[in-house]
T-cell receptor, first 112, second 113 residues
Framework: DTGVSQNPRHKITKRGQNVTFRCDPISEHNRLYWYRQTLGQGPEFLTYFQNEAQLEKSRLLSDRFSAERPKGSFSTLEIQRTEQGDSAMYLC??????????FGSGTRLTVV | QKEVEQNSGPLSVPEGAIASLNCTYSDRGSQSFFWYRQYSGKSPELIMSIYSNGDKEDGRFTAQLNKASQYVSLLIRDSQPSDSATYLCAVNMGVSGNTPLVFGKGTRLSVIA
């Protein structure tokens, strides 16, 4: 068990570009969550999956954001036409039916 | 919309003292409560979970839950400089324990050697 893995660790992009982040959950965890955290705030829920099904999306998730978990294993979060306000730490977490959420190390996005 | 409130701090305590961190939540129906620790630049890590009224102890940490008052607290005994971090209180969005979490803004704790 190597924990929740996120890639890349850091991403700097120009405004208007598209970016994609990847999350590999703990292998036996069927639930996968995406959160966003800005400085001085707690993590804010974006979306989550049970296996390959996307169960809920936050109102924070604008049309420029899309997430997938095609085979119920890894997940990707794509942001299209990035804006400076998208700069944040993007956190992925996973859990099983009876376990608490375990977080990955996060991807820090900077939009310049 | 569930809300979780925490005093942002910083809370400064001397080494060896008891640090007391507090949290209130808005949804009386919340069932599962968590304390995560987050070091600067790192991701949150779970330190305590609590589901029933009363106290739950784990080493130097004690979580306290009072559902009638919608109040959760975390006590850290014999505080160490390595405990200096931001402590995040969280509750589940849904009734089930494995639904997404709603976090407070966190309380920054500084333990002074």
């Amino acid at each position: 068990d190597t924990g929740v893995s996120q890639n890349p660790r850091h991403k700097i992009t120009k405004r208007g570009q598209n970016v994609t982040f990847r999350c590999d959950p703990i292998s036996e965890h069927n639930r996968l969550y995406w959160y966003r955290q800005t400085l001085g705030q707690g993590p804010e829920f974006l979306t989550y999956f049970q296996n390959e099904a996307q169960l809920e999306k936050s109102r924070l998730l604008s049309d420029r954001f899309s997430a997938e978990r095609p085979k119920g294993s890894f997940s990707t979060l794509e942001i299209q036409r990035t804006e400076q306000g998208d700069s944040a730490m993007y956190l992925c977490a996973s859990s099983s039916e009876r376990q608490y959420s375990t977080f990955g190390s996060g991807t820090r996005l900077t939009v310049v | 919309q569930k809300e979780v409130e925490q005093n942002s701090g910083p809370l400064s305590v001397p080494e060896g003292a008891i640090a007391s961190l507090n949290c209130t939540y808005s949804d009386r129906g919340s069932q599962s409560f968590f304390w995560y620790r987050q070091y600067s630049g790192k991701s949150p890590e779970l330190i305590m979970s609590i589901y029933s009224n009363g106290d739950k102890e784990d080493g130097r940490f004690t979580a306290q839950l009072n559902k009638a008052s919608q109040y959760v607290s975390l006590l850290i005994r014999d505080s160490q400089p390595s405990d200096s971090a931001t402590y995040l209180c969280a509750v589940n969005m849904g009734v089930s324990g494995n639904t997404p979490l709603v976090f407070g803004k966190g309380t920054r704790l500084s333990v002074i050697a």
